[in-house]
């Protein structure tokens, strides 16, 4: 069983800057891949970024150029740093857990203000 805590939510205005936190209750090491979602209103939810065990890295289209995933192996912590925020950005982001088996953190809210 792993548990993920995501942080670092919050409402921001279009331009500006975020980072959310996902900390596992586990070493990381032992995680295949991780990877944060989102789910914006009456959309499904999406892959936003992931990253391997290896630190292979991959991005959504939309979030190219804008938004880093990376990992703390000592703080057992992904963090997604996110930059030139857009409205279209708000959502519901989810921190996951591909040990395997899946597992997801509660969700942290982003919204971004025009």
């Known amino acids: 069983q792993v548990r993920l805590v995501e942080s670092g939510g919050g409402v921001v205005q279009a331009g500006g800057s975020l980072r959310l936190s996902c900390a596992a209750s586990?070493?990381?090491?032992?995680?295949?891949?991780m990877a944060w979602y989102r789910r914006a209103p009456g959309n499904q939810r999406e892959l936003v970024a992931a990253?391997?065990?290896?630190?292979?890295?991959n991005y959504a289209d939309s979030v190219k150029g804008r938004f880093t995933i990376s990992s703390d192996n000592a703080k057992n912590t992904v963090y997604l740093q996110m930059n030139s925020l857009k409205p279209e950005d708000t959502a519901v982001y989810y921190c996951?857990?591909?040990?395997?088996?899946?597992?997801w953190g509660q969700g942290t809210q982003v919204t971004v203000s025009s």
């Open positions: 996951n857990a591909w040990v395997p088996p899946n597992y």
């Open positions: 586990t070493s990381i090491f032992t995680i295949s891949t």
């Open positions: 990253i391997t065990r290896a630190g292979s890295t």
